[in-house]
Protein backbone atom coordinates (compact mmCIF):
# COMPACT_ATOMS: atom_id res chain seq x y z
CA UNK A 1 0.00 0.00 0.00
CA UNK A 2 2.62 2.46 1.03
CA UNK A 3 4.47 1.47 -2.03
CA UNK A 4 1.57 2.31 -4.42
CA UNK A 5 0.87 5.57 -2.60
CA UNK A 6 4.67 6.79 -3.71
CA UNK A 7 3.88 5.95 -7.23
CA UNK A 8 0.78 7.58 -7.14
CA UNK A 9 2.54 10.67 -5.51
CA UNK A 10 5.28 11.10 -8.40
CA UNK A 11 2.86 10.49 -10.87
CA UNK A 12 0.99 13.55 -9.65
CA UNK A 13 4.19 15.50 -9.56
CA UNK A 14 4.81 15.00 -12.90
CA UNK A 15 1.41 15.71 -14.23
CA UNK A 16 1.43 19.14 -12.02
CA UNK A 17 5.08 20.12 -12.61
CA UNK A 18 6.05 21.52 -16.03
CA UNK A 19 8.94 18.78 -18.11
CA UNK A 20 11.17 21.55 -17.88
CA UNK A 21 11.28 21.64 -13.97
CA UNK A 22 12.05 17.86 -13.78
CA UNK A 23 15.46 17.93 -13.94
CA UNK A 24 18.45 21.42 -14.49
CA UNK A 25 21.00 19.66 -16.20
CA UNK A 26 21.01 17.26 -19.26
CA UNK A 27 23.48 14.76 -19.98
CA UNK A 28 23.61 12.21 -23.03
CA UNK A 29 25.89 8.92 -23.26
CA UNK A 30 25.94 6.26 -25.64
CA UNK A 31 26.40 2.74 -24.72
CA UNK A 32 26.66 -1.39 -26.26
CA UNK A 33 24.76 -4.02 -24.97
CA UNK A 34 25.44 -7.16 -24.61
CA UNK A 35 28.97 -5.45 -24.28
CA UNK A 36 31.59 -4.50 -26.25
CA UNK A 37 31.98 -8.19 -27.84
CA UNK A 38 29.60 -10.06 -30.39
CA UNK A 39 29.45 -13.12 -32.36
CA UNK A 40 29.20 -13.08 -36.37
CA UNK A 41 25.84 -13.22 -37.38
CA UNK A 42 24.55 -12.30 -33.57
CA UNK A 43 22.68 -8.76 -32.24
CA UNK A 44 23.98 -5.82 -30.47
CA UNK A 45 22.41 -2.56 -29.53
CA UNK A 46 23.72 1.15 -29.70
CA UNK A 47 21.84 2.77 -26.80
CA UNK A 48 21.50 5.97 -26.57
CA UNK A 49 20.52 7.56 -23.50
CA UNK A 50 19.43 10.92 -22.31
CA UNK A 51 19.47 12.28 -19.05
CA UNK A 52 17.11 15.17 -17.33
CA UNK A 53 14.98 15.65 -20.23
CA UNK A 54 12.54 13.87 -22.73
CA UNK A 55 12.70 16.82 -25.85
CA UNK A 56 14.89 15.73 -27.91
CA UNK A 57 15.72 18.25 -30.67
CA UNK A 58 16.40 15.84 -33.44
CA UNK A 59 17.09 12.32 -34.17
CA UNK A 60 20.92 11.66 -33.77
CA UNK A 61 22.75 11.26 -36.83
CA UNK A 62 24.87 7.83 -36.59
CA UNK A 63 27.87 6.79 -38.26
CA UNK A 64 27.92 4.75 -40.90
CA UNK A 65 28.63 1.09 -40.01
CA UNK A 66 29.17 -1.30 -42.51
CA UNK A 67 30.48 -3.94 -40.48
CA UNK A 68 26.86 -4.57 -39.40
CA UNK A 69 23.34 -4.70 -40.41
CA UNK A 70 20.42 -1.62 -39.18
CA UNK A 71 17.03 -4.04 -37.85
CA UNK A 72 15.32 -0.86 -36.47
CA UNK A 73 15.14 0.80 -33.13
CA UNK A 74 12.62 1.32 -30.25
CA UNK A 75 12.49 4.36 -27.55
CA UNK A 76 12.37 3.81 -23.78
CA UNK A 77 11.47 6.36 -21.11
CA UNK A 78 12.34 6.23 -17.23
CA UNK A 79 11.19 8.58 -14.12
CA UNK A 80 13.13 7.62 -10.96
CA UNK A 81 12.68 9.38 -7.71
CA UNK A 82 15.45 9.52 -5.60
CA UNK A 83 15.87 11.80 -2.21
CA UNK A 84 12.67 13.58 -3.21
CA UNK A 85 14.32 14.58 -6.53
CA UNK A 86 12.92 13.41 -9.97
CA UNK A 87 14.97 12.38 -13.12
CA UNK A 88 13.75 11.60 -16.42
CA UNK A 89 15.62 9.84 -18.84
CA UNK A 90 15.06 8.60 -22.70
CA UNK A 91 16.79 5.90 -24.34
CA UNK A 92 16.64 5.47 -28.00
CA UNK A 93 17.67 1.65 -29.16
CA UNK A 94 19.37 1.28 -32.39
CA UNK A 95 19.29 -2.74 -33.17
CA UNK A 96 21.83 -3.93 -35.54
CA UNK A 97 23.62 -6.94 -36.56
CA UNK A 98 27.50 -8.32 -36.94
CA UNK A 99 28.44 -9.00 -40.03
CA UNK A 100 31.75 -9.19 -40.48
CA UNK A 101 34.47 -10.27 -38.29
CA UNK A 102 37.42 -7.54 -36.68
CA UNK A 103 37.41 -4.89 -33.83
CA UNK A 104 35.22 -1.99 -35.33
CA UNK A 105 35.32 1.93 -33.80
CA UNK A 106 32.14 3.46 -33.69
CA UNK A 107 33.27 7.32 -33.71
CA UNK A 108 31.48 9.98 -31.86
CA UNK A 109 28.48 11.87 -32.95
CA UNK A 110 26.07 14.15 -31.21
CA UNK A 111 23.40 14.15 -29.53
CA UNK A 112 20.91 17.21 -28.70
CA UNK A 113 19.24 17.00 -25.35
CA UNK A 114 16.78 19.58 -25.21
CA UNK A 115 18.94 22.84 -26.10
CA UNK A 116 21.94 21.25 -25.24
CA UNK A 117 24.49 19.60 -27.44
CA UNK A 118 26.40 17.02 -26.33
CA UNK A 119 29.28 14.47 -28.02
CA UNK A 120 29.09 10.89 -26.85
CA UNK A 121 32.26 8.95 -26.45
CA UNK A 122 33.68 6.53 -29.17
CA UNK A 123 32.65 3.16 -28.58
CA UNK A 124 34.77 -0.50 -29.73
CA UNK A 125 33.27 -3.34 -30.92
CA UNK A 126 35.11 -6.80 -31.19
CA UNK A 127 33.08 -8.68 -33.67
CA UNK A 128 34.69 -12.97 -33.53
CA UNK A 129 33.37 -15.87 -34.94
CA UNK A 130 33.21 -17.23 -31.69
CA UNK A 131 29.00 -17.78 -29.78
CA UNK A 132 28.85 -14.69 -27.80
CA UNK A 133 29.40 -16.49 -25.03
CA UNK A 134 33.07 -17.49 -25.60
CA UNK A 135 33.33 -13.69 -25.90
CA UNK A 136 32.42 -13.01 -22.44
CA UNK A 137 28.47 -12.09 -22.78
CA UNK A 138 26.00 -14.54 -22.73
CA UNK A 139 23.01 -14.86 -25.56
CA UNK A 140 19.72 -13.02 -25.84
CA UNK A 141 17.64 -15.37 -23.74
CA UNK A 142 20.40 -17.73 -23.43
CA UNK A 143 19.93 -19.20 -26.60
CA UNK A 144 23.11 -20.94 -27.96
CA UNK A 145 24.43 -21.53 -31.64
CA UNK A 146 23.52 -25.08 -31.64
CA UNK A 147 19.34 -24.07 -30.64
CA UNK A 148 18.86 -22.28 -33.69
CA UNK A 149 21.16 -21.73 -36.47
CA UNK A 150 20.64 -20.95 -40.53
CA UNK A 151 22.62 -23.59 -43.50
CA UNK A 152 23.33 -22.64 -46.76
CA UNK A 153 23.32 -25.36 -49.48
CA UNK A 154 24.31 -25.60 -53.09
CA UNK A 155 22.51 -28.90 -54.94
CA UNK A 156 26.50 -28.77 -57.39
CA UNK A 157 29.39 -27.21 -56.09
CA UNK A 158 31.08 -26.85 -59.56
CA UNK A 159 28.78 -25.32 -62.57
CA UNK A 160 29.05 -24.08 -66.03
CA UNK A 161 29.06 -21.03 -67.04
CA UNK A 162 25.23 -19.95 -67.42
CA UNK A 163 23.95 -23.44 -65.99
CA UNK A 164 21.35 -22.50 -62.86
CA UNK A 165 22.64 -24.07 -59.45
CA UNK A 166 20.39 -24.10 -56.47
CA UNK A 167 21.00 -22.77 -53.04
CA UNK A 168 19.02 -23.66 -50.17
CA UNK A 169 18.47 -21.72 -46.82
CA UNK A 170 17.24 -24.45 -43.97
CA UNK A 171 16.56 -23.07 -40.56
CA UNK A 172 17.42 -25.30 -37.87
CA UNK A 173 15.87 -24.89 -34.39
CA UNK A 174 15.70 -26.58 -31.14
CA UNK A 175 13.49 -23.62 -29.46
CA UNK A 176 10.09 -22.08 -29.88
CA UNK A 177 10.57 -19.91 -33.17
CA UNK A 178 7.02 -18.07 -33.83
CA UNK A 179 7.95 -16.21 -36.97
CA UNK A 180 11.29 -14.98 -38.57
CA UNK A 181 12.11 -12.39 -41.30
CA UNK A 182 15.17 -11.78 -43.27
CA UNK A 183 17.88 -8.63 -42.29
CA UNK A 184 20.15 -9.04 -44.80
CA UNK A 185 19.95 -10.53 -48.21
CA UNK A 186 23.27 -9.50 -50.28
CA UNK A 187 23.51 -8.91 -54.38
CA UNK A 188 25.24 -11.88 -55.18
CA UNK A 189 27.76 -10.66 -57.36
CA UNK A 190 28.54 -12.37 -61.09
CA UNK A 191 24.79 -13.92 -60.66
CA UNK A 192 21.34 -13.96 -62.11
CA UNK A 193 18.98 -15.09 -58.98
CA UNK A 194 15.51 -16.11 -59.80
CA UNK A 195 13.58 -16.98 -56.11
CA UNK A 196 11.85 -20.51 -56.71
CA UNK A 197 10.74 -20.22 -52.63
CA UNK A 198 7.92 -22.69 -52.58
CA UNK A 199 4.66 -20.29 -51.85
CA UNK A 200 3.14 -20.29 -48.28
CA UNK A 201 4.58 -20.79 -44.89
CA UNK A 202 7.11 -22.92 -44.11
CA UNK A 203 6.99 -26.93 -44.33
CA UNK A 204 8.57 -27.63 -40.75
CA UNK A 205 9.81 -31.13 -40.74
CA UNK A 206 11.69 -32.81 -37.92
CA UNK A 207 14.99 -34.43 -39.14
CA UNK A 208 18.25 -34.89 -37.36
CA UNK A 209 22.13 -33.96 -37.48
CA UNK A 210 24.97 -34.34 -35.92
CA UNK A 211 23.03 -36.91 -33.86
CA UNK A 212 20.04 -33.98 -32.27
CA UNK A 213 16.36 -33.59 -33.53
CA UNK A 214 15.80 -30.43 -34.74
CA UNK A 215 12.55 -28.45 -36.15
CA UNK A 216 13.55 -27.33 -39.60
CA UNK A 217 12.15 -25.56 -42.69
CA UNK A 218 13.28 -24.41 -45.72
CA UNK A 219 13.08 -20.67 -45.48
CA UNK A 220 14.55 -19.59 -48.90
CA UNK A 221 15.35 -21.45 -52.64
CA UNK A 222 17.08 -19.55 -55.25
CA UNK A 223 18.50 -20.62 -58.46
CA UNK A 224 21.42 -18.77 -59.67
CA UNK A 225 22.57 -18.67 -62.87
CA UNK A 226 26.52 -17.52 -62.83
CA UNK A 227 26.94 -14.75 -65.93
CA UNK A 228 30.98 -15.47 -65.89
CA UNK A 229 33.62 -17.93 -64.80
CA UNK A 230 36.08 -18.05 -61.79
CA UNK A 231 35.36 -18.98 -58.47
CA UNK A 232 32.12 -17.21 -57.27
CA UNK A 233 31.40 -16.64 -52.85
CA UNK A 234 28.12 -16.38 -51.94
CA UNK A 235 27.73 -13.78 -48.93
CA UNK A 236 25.42 -15.17 -45.93
CA UNK A 237 21.84 -13.84 -45.49
CA UNK A 238 20.54 -12.59 -41.82
CA UNK A 239 17.66 -13.54 -40.53
CA UNK A 240 16.40 -12.51 -37.60
CA UNK A 241 13.81 -14.77 -35.43
CA UNK A 242 11.40 -14.04 -32.71
CA UNK A 243 11.59 -17.41 -29.84
CA UNK A 244 8.74 -17.29 -27.68
CA UNK A 245 9.81 -17.02 -23.43
CA UNK A 246 8.25 -20.16 -22.15
CA UNK A 247 10.33 -23.01 -21.01
CA UNK A 248 9.18 -26.73 -21.12
CA UNK A 249 6.95 -26.59 -24.86
CA UNK A 250 7.61 -28.93 -27.75
CA UNK A 251 9.09 -26.39 -30.68
CA UNK A 252 7.69 -28.19 -33.37
CA UNK A 253 3.78 -27.54 -31.56
CA UNK A 254 3.78 -23.98 -32.51
CA UNK A 255 6.58 -23.46 -34.54
CA UNK A 256 6.80 -20.37 -37.53
CA UNK A 257 3.46 -18.58 -35.85
CA UNK A 258 0.79 -21.35 -34.73
CA UNK A 259 -1.56 -20.91 -32.04
CA UNK A 260 0.21 -19.11 -28.75
CA UNK A 261 -0.88 -18.93 -25.18
CA UNK A 262 -2.58 -15.00 -24.20
CA UNK A 263 0.32 -13.04 -22.66
CA UNK A 264 3.52 -14.70 -23.87
CA UNK A 265 6.78 -12.61 -24.66
CA UNK A 266 9.38 -13.25 -27.52
CA UNK A 267 12.85 -12.67 -27.49
CA UNK A 268 14.62 -11.50 -31.00
CA UNK A 269 17.44 -14.09 -32.40
CA UNK A 270 19.56 -12.95 -35.20
CA UNK A 271 22.19 -15.91 -36.88
CA UNK A 272 23.51 -15.75 -40.20
CA UNK A 273 23.91 -18.63 -42.82
CA UNK A 274 27.54 -19.70 -43.87
CA UNK A 275 28.80 -18.13 -46.84
CA UNK A 276 29.33 -20.74 -50.00
CA UNK A 277 31.82 -20.93 -52.39
CA UNK A 278 30.78 -21.91 -55.90
CA UNK A 279 33.32 -22.60 -58.85
CA UNK A 280 31.91 -21.73 -62.53
CA UNK A 281 33.51 -23.24 -65.48
CA UNK A 282 33.98 -21.44 -68.60
CA UNK A 283 32.07 -22.10 -71.35
CA UNK A 284 34.28 -23.88 -74.60
CA UNK A 285 35.43 -22.71 -77.49
CA UNK A 286 33.25 -22.95 -81.15
CA UNK A 287 29.99 -21.25 -79.95
CA UNK A 288 27.34 -22.10 -82.66
CA UNK A 289 25.39 -18.77 -83.95
CA UNK A 290 22.97 -18.12 -82.84
CA UNK A 291 23.41 -18.68 -79.20
CA UNK A 292 20.76 -18.84 -76.94
CA UNK A 293 23.27 -18.35 -73.81
CA UNK A 294 21.60 -21.79 -71.84
CA UNK A 295 23.34 -24.14 -70.90
CA UNK A 296 20.97 -27.30 -70.51
CA UNK A 297 18.46 -28.62 -72.71
CA UNK A 298 16.68 -26.88 -75.55
CA UNK A 299 14.21 -27.30 -77.96
CA UNK A 300 12.41 -25.36 -80.75
CA UNK A 301 9.38 -25.88 -82.80
CA UNK A 302 7.69 -23.45 -85.50
CA UNK A 303 4.15 -22.98 -86.43
CA UNK A 304 1.75 -21.08 -88.65
CA UNK A 305 -1.40 -20.16 -87.78
CA UNK A 306 -2.64 -20.86 -91.61
CA UNK A 307 -1.38 -23.05 -94.50
CA UNK A 308 -2.74 -20.12 -97.32
CA UNK A 309 -3.08 -16.34 -97.49
CA UNK A 310 -4.20 -13.56 -99.75
CA UNK A 311 -1.20 -11.47 -100.70
CA UNK A 312 -1.13 -8.04 -98.26
CA UNK A 313 -3.23 -10.35 -95.86
CA UNK A 314 -1.30 -11.12 -92.27
CA UNK A 315 -0.37 -15.06 -90.72
CA UNK A 316 1.28 -15.68 -87.84
CA UNK A 317 4.25 -17.26 -86.79
CA UNK A 318 4.65 -18.92 -83.52
CA UNK A 319 8.29 -19.61 -82.25
CA UNK A 320 8.41 -22.08 -79.22
CA UNK A 321 11.50 -22.49 -77.17
CA UNK A 322 11.47 -25.27 -74.01
CA UNK A 323 14.15 -26.52 -72.54
CA UNK A 324 15.76 -26.66 -69.04
CA UNK A 325 18.34 -23.78 -68.17
CA UNK A 326 17.83 -20.05 -67.89
CA UNK A 327 15.25 -20.27 -70.53
CA UNK A 328 14.66 -15.98 -69.74
CA UNK A 329 17.94 -15.49 -71.29
CA UNK A 330 16.70 -16.94 -74.58
CA UNK A 331 16.29 -14.04 -77.44
CA UNK A 332 14.07 -13.55 -80.02
CA UNK A 333 15.34 -15.41 -83.43
CA UNK A 334 16.40 -13.24 -86.45
CA UNK A 335 14.21 -14.15 -89.25
CA UNK A 336 15.98 -14.45 -92.63
CA UNK A 337 12.42 -13.85 -94.86
CA UNK A 338 12.20 -12.80 -98.51
CA UNK A 339 12.51 -9.10 -99.30
CA UNK A 340 8.78 -9.24 -99.93
CA UNK A 341 7.47 -10.15 -96.58
CA UNK A 342 7.01 -7.76 -94.00
CA UNK A 343 7.65 -8.84 -90.22
CA UNK A 344 6.51 -6.52 -86.88
CA UNK A 345 8.04 -7.26 -83.50
CA UNK A 346 7.37 -9.86 -81.93
CA UNK A 347 5.17 -10.51 -78.87
CA UNK A 348 7.05 -12.34 -76.17
CA UNK A 349 5.39 -14.71 -73.18
CA UNK A 350 7.31 -17.01 -71.01
CA UNK A 351 6.50 -19.64 -67.83
CA UNK A 352 9.33 -20.55 -65.92
CA UNK A 353 8.87 -23.24 -63.26
CA UNK A 354 11.46 -24.48 -60.92
CA UNK A 355 12.98 -28.15 -61.22
CA UNK A 356 15.13 -30.41 -58.49
CA UNK A 357 18.24 -29.54 -60.54
CA UNK A 358 17.25 -25.60 -61.71
CA UNK A 359 14.55 -24.36 -64.20
CA UNK A 360 12.43 -25.43 -66.72
CA UNK A 361 10.05 -23.32 -68.72
CA UNK A 362 8.92 -22.11 -72.06
CA UNK A 363 9.35 -19.00 -73.94
CA UNK A 364 7.25 -17.92 -76.94
CA UNK A 365 7.86 -15.34 -80.02
CA UNK A 366 4.66 -14.78 -82.12
CA UNK A 367 5.75 -12.76 -85.40
CA UNK A 368 2.84 -11.38 -87.27
CA UNK A 369 4.37 -11.83 -91.09
CA UNK A 370 2.66 -10.06 -94.19
CA UNK A 371 3.44 -11.20 -97.67
CA UNK A 372 3.03 -8.40 -100.23
CA UNK A 373 3.27 -10.80 -103.77
CA UNK A 374 1.78 -13.68 -104.36
CA UNK A 375 3.21 -17.56 -105.14
CA UNK A 376 4.45 -20.69 -103.45
CA UNK A 377 6.23 -19.03 -100.64
CA UNK A 378 8.68 -20.74 -97.71
CA UNK A 379 9.39 -19.69 -94.24
CA UNK A 380 13.15 -20.74 -93.82
CA UNK A 381 14.00 -22.48 -91.08
CA UNK A 382 14.94 -20.82 -87.21
CA UNK A 383 18.02 -22.57 -85.47
CA UNK A 384 18.98 -21.92 -81.84
CA UNK A 385 22.42 -23.28 -80.51
CA UNK A 386 23.00 -24.36 -76.47
CA UNK A 387 25.46 -25.79 -74.40
CA UNK A 388 24.32 -29.37 -73.50
CA UNK A 389 25.75 -29.65 -69.96
CA UNK A 390 24.90 -33.76 -69.67
CA UNK A 391 27.15 -34.36 -73.02
CA UNK A 392 29.89 -31.60 -72.05
CA UNK A 393 29.52 -30.43 -76.07
CA UNK A 394 27.68 -27.58 -77.98
CA UNK A 395 24.14 -28.55 -79.75
CA UNK A 396 22.37 -26.85 -82.53
CA UNK A 397 18.26 -27.32 -82.95
CA UNK A 398 16.29 -26.04 -85.49
CA UNK A 399 12.57 -25.73 -86.84
CA UNK A 400 12.83 -26.79 -90.14
CA UNK A 401 11.36 -24.62 -93.06
CA UNK A 402 7.24 -23.77 -93.25
CA UNK A 403 5.91 -23.95 -96.50
CA UNK A 404 2.97 -20.95 -97.17
CA UNK A 405 0.66 -20.44 -100.13
CA UNK A 406 0.23 -16.51 -101.33
CA UNK A 407 -2.70 -16.36 -103.36
CA UNK A 408 -4.34 -13.26 -104.97
CA UNK A 409 -2.28 -10.78 -107.77
CA UNK A 410 0.49 -7.80 -107.59
CA UNK A 411 -1.06 -4.68 -106.81
CA UNK A 412 0.89 -1.63 -108.86
CA UNK A 413 1.89 1.08 -107.29
CA UNK A 414 3.49 1.33 -103.53
CA UNK A 415 1.43 -2.08 -101.77
CA UNK A 416 3.73 -4.13 -104.44
CA UNK A 417 7.42 -2.77 -103.26
CA UNK A 418 9.74 -5.08 -101.74
CA UNK A 419 10.27 -4.02 -98.26
CA UNK A 420 12.51 -1.25 -98.12
CA UNK A 421 12.10 -0.63 -101.71
CA UNK A 422 12.28 2.60 -103.63
CA UNK A 423 10.48 3.05 -107.05
CA UNK A 424 10.40 6.30 -109.33
CA UNK A 425 6.83 6.66 -111.02
CA UNK A 426 6.76 9.15 -113.08
CA UNK A 427 9.62 11.33 -114.74
CA UNK A 428 8.11 14.50 -115.57
CA UNK A 429 7.30 17.78 -114.67
CA UNK A 430 4.12 19.65 -115.43
CA UNK A 431 5.18 23.51 -114.57
CA UNK A 432 2.07 25.36 -114.24
CA UNK A 433 3.89 28.62 -114.57
CA UNK A 434 7.32 30.18 -116.54
CA UNK A 435 9.05 33.46 -115.60
CA UNK A 436 9.52 35.52 -112.51
CA UNK A 437 6.54 36.11 -110.30
CA UNK A 438 5.12 39.57 -109.95
CA UNK A 439 3.93 40.11 -106.18
CA UNK A 440 1.45 42.90 -105.22
CA UNK A 441 -0.38 44.02 -102.05
CA UNK A 442 -4.37 44.04 -102.56
CA UNK A 443 -4.95 45.40 -98.66
CA UNK A 444 -4.95 43.47 -95.25
CA UNK A 445 -7.78 40.74 -94.89
CA UNK A 446 -9.80 41.21 -91.73
CA UNK A 447 -8.65 37.85 -90.08
CA UNK A 448 -4.81 39.29 -90.00
CA UNK A 449 -5.63 41.32 -87.03
CA UNK A 450 -5.19 40.60 -83.39
CA UNK A 451 -8.78 41.68 -82.60
CA UNK A 452 -10.60 38.92 -85.21
CA UNK A 453 -8.30 36.24 -83.62
CA UNK A 454 -9.45 37.15 -79.64
CA UNK A 455 -12.96 37.60 -80.47
CA UNK A 456 -12.32 34.31 -82.26
CA UNK A 457 -11.36 32.27 -80.21
CA UNK A 458 -12.81 33.72 -77.04
CA UNK A 459 -15.72 31.22 -77.26
CA UNK A 460 -13.39 28.38 -77.60
CA UNK A 461 -11.35 29.16 -74.76
CA UNK A 462 -14.46 29.82 -72.31
CA UNK A 463 -15.94 26.27 -73.70
CA UNK A 464 -12.56 24.59 -73.10
CA UNK A 465 -12.54 26.54 -68.96
CA UNK A 466 -15.33 25.01 -68.74
CA UNK A 467 -15.02 21.59 -70.01
CA UNK A 468 -12.06 21.72 -67.38
CA UNK A 469 -14.26 23.06 -64.49
CA UNK A 470 -16.53 20.43 -65.21
CA UNK A 471 -14.03 17.32 -65.08
CA UNK A 472 -12.29 18.68 -61.84
CA UNK A 473 -16.27 18.84 -60.05
CA UNK A 474 -16.21 15.18 -61.80
CA UNK A 475 -13.32 13.82 -60.21
CA UNK A 476 -13.81 15.42 -57.05
CA UNK A 477 -17.30 14.02 -56.88
CA UNK A 478 -16.06 10.31 -58.21
CA UNK A 479 -12.18 10.12 -57.46
CA UNK A 480 -11.67 9.75 -54.18
CA UNK A 481 -7.80 9.88 -54.65
CA UNK A 482 -7.86 13.17 -56.74
CA UNK A 483 -10.43 14.65 -54.21
CA UNK A 484 -7.87 13.55 -51.46
CA UNK A 485 -4.75 15.16 -53.31
CA UNK A 486 -6.87 18.07 -54.03
CA UNK A 487 -7.69 18.86 -50.19
CA UNK A 488 -4.58 17.66 -48.92
CA UNK A 489 -2.48 21.17 -48.51
CA UNK A 490 -5.88 22.41 -46.83
CA UNK A 491 -6.63 19.98 -44.69
CA UNK A 492 -3.35 19.69 -43.71
CA UNK A 493 -2.78 23.49 -42.86
CA UNK A 494 -5.97 23.69 -40.84
CA UNK A 495 -4.80 20.64 -38.70
CA UNK A 496 -1.66 22.75 -37.78
CA UNK A 497 -3.77 25.65 -37.25
CA UNK A 498 -5.56 23.41 -34.58
CA UNK A 499 -2.07 22.66 -33.63
CA UNK A 500 -0.90 25.78 -32.94
CA UNK A 501 -4.15 27.05 -30.63
CA UNK A 502 -3.08 24.26 -28.58
CA UNK A 503 0.23 25.31 -28.07
CA UNK A 504 -1.00 27.57 -25.38
CA UNK A 505 -2.13 24.84 -23.04
CA UNK A 506 -0.59 23.38 -20.07
CA UNK A 507 -0.64 19.91 -21.59
CA UNK A 508 1.94 19.26 -24.73
CA UNK A 509 0.15 16.16 -25.66
CA UNK A 510 -2.74 17.38 -27.39
CA UNK A 511 -0.32 19.71 -29.38
CA UNK A 512 1.99 17.00 -30.50
CA UNK A 513 -1.04 14.64 -31.52
CA UNK A 514 -2.36 17.23 -33.69
CA UNK A 515 0.92 17.94 -35.39
CA UNK A 516 1.61 14.22 -35.85
CA UNK A 517 -1.98 14.20 -37.32
CA UNK A 518 -1.42 16.88 -39.88
CA UNK A 519 2.14 15.35 -41.17
CA UNK A 520 0.36 11.65 -41.67
CA UNK A 521 -2.97 13.27 -42.89
CA UNK A 522 -0.68 14.92 -45.61
CA UNK A 523 1.29 11.57 -46.35
CA UNK A 524 -2.12 9.81 -46.53
CA UNK A 525 -3.75 12.42 -48.93
CA UNK A 526 -1.43 12.67 -51.32
CA UNK A 527 -0.77 9.01 -52.03
CA UNK A 528 -4.35 8.02 -51.34
CA UNK A 529 -3.09 5.55 -48.43
CA UNK A 530 -5.69 4.54 -45.24
CA UNK A 531 -4.92 7.10 -42.33
CA UNK A 532 -6.24 5.27 -39.56
CA UNK A 533 -3.41 2.54 -38.85
CA UNK A 534 -0.64 3.97 -40.90
CA UNK A 535 2.14 3.29 -39.31
CA UNK A 536 5.57 4.82 -40.01
CA UNK A 537 7.28 1.35 -42.24
CA UNK A 538 4.10 2.10 -44.40
CA UNK A 539 5.20 6.06 -44.46
CA UNK A 540 8.45 5.09 -45.74
CA UNK A 541 7.73 2.23 -48.37
CA UNK A 542 5.47 4.84 -50.10
CA UNK A 543 7.36 7.98 -49.67
CA UNK A 544 10.44 5.68 -51.45
CA UNK A 545 8.14 4.44 -53.88
CA UNK A 546 6.78 8.31 -54.41
CA UNK A 547 10.28 9.13 -55.38
CA UNK A 548 10.32 11.21 -52.09
CA UNK A 549 14.30 12.50 -50.81
CA UNK A 550 15.93 10.78 -48.17
CA UNK A 551 16.47 13.76 -46.19
CA UNK A 552 12.54 14.68 -46.23
CA UNK A 553 12.51 11.13 -45.37
CA UNK A 554 14.46 11.24 -42.12
CA UNK A 555 13.10 14.55 -41.59
CA UNK A 556 9.38 13.37 -41.16
CA UNK A 557 10.69 9.72 -39.55
CA UNK A 558 12.36 11.96 -36.75
CA UNK A 559 8.99 14.39 -36.62
CA UNK A 560 7.04 11.70 -36.09
CA UNK A 561 8.86 10.08 -33.72
CA UNK A 562 9.29 12.91 -31.48
CA UNK A 563 5.19 13.49 -31.66
CA UNK A 564 4.80 10.07 -29.98
CA UNK A 565 7.50 10.19 -27.62
CA UNK A 566 5.66 13.62 -26.50
CA UNK A 567 2.09 12.24 -26.81
CA UNK A 568 2.89 9.50 -24.52
CA UNK A 569 5.28 11.35 -21.79
CA UNK A 570 3.97 13.41 -18.98
CA UNK A 571 2.12 16.83 -19.30
CA UNK A 572 4.92 19.49 -20.25
CA UNK A 573 4.12 22.92 -21.44
CA UNK A 574 7.78 24.59 -23.08
CA UNK A 575 6.22 27.02 -25.10
CA UNK A 576 9.78 28.15 -26.90
CA UNK A 577 10.16 24.06 -27.63
CA UNK A 578 7.10 23.99 -29.21
CA UNK A 579 7.51 26.92 -31.73
CA UNK A 580 10.75 25.76 -33.00
CA UNK A 581 8.74 22.35 -33.42
CA UNK A 582 5.69 23.52 -35.18
CA UNK A 583 7.70 25.96 -37.22
CA UNK A 584 9.79 22.75 -38.33
CA UNK A 585 6.85 20.89 -39.17
CA UNK A 586 5.60 23.50 -41.25
CA UNK A 587 8.71 23.39 -43.59
CA UNK A 588 8.70 19.79 -43.69
CA UNK A 589 4.69 19.92 -44.99
CA UNK A 590 5.88 22.38 -47.22
CA UNK A 591 8.86 20.22 -48.91
CA UNK A 592 6.41 16.93 -48.78
CA UNK A 593 3.51 18.74 -50.76
CA UNK A 594 5.95 20.29 -53.08
CA UNK A 595 7.37 16.72 -53.86
CA UNK A 596 4.33 14.75 -53.66
CA UNK A 597 1.90 17.30 -55.79
Given at each position: MRHALRVLTTLILLAILPLGGVAQDTSARAYLTPGNAVGVGQQFVLNVEISGTQAMGREPRLPDMSFAQFLGNSTQSAVRTVNGRTAVTLTIQYRYQALVEGTFTIPSFEVVAGSATHDTAPLTLTVSTAPPATAGQASPGGIGPDDLFITAVARKATVREGEPVVVEYRIWTRVD??????????????????????????????????????????????????????????????????????????????????????????????????????????????????????????????????????ANDAVTLTLRVTGDGNIRAVP?????????????????????????????????????????????????????????????????????????????????????????????????????????????????????????WMFLLLPLAGLGGAVVLRRHWD???????????RRASRVARKRLAEASRLMTGSDARPFYSEVARALRGLVADRLNLAEAGLQMTDVESALERARVEESVRADLQSCLEHCDRQRFAPPASDPEEKTRFLERAASLMTSLDRVMK
Open positions: VSNFGMTHVPEPAGFWVEDITPPGPPVVEQLERNGVQYASAVIRRVAMIPTGPGEKTLEPIGVEAQVRNRGGRDPFEDFFGRSSLFGTSSTPVTVLSNPLTVTVRPLPAGRPQPYSGVAGTLGITARLDRDSIEAPVLDLPPDFEAFPPEISESVSPTPSGLSGTKTFEYVLIPRAPGNREIPSVALGYFDVARNEYRRVETGSLPLTVTGTVVEGPASLARGGVSQLREDIRFIHLGALGLRPTGRPIFEGLTFLLEGDVAYARG
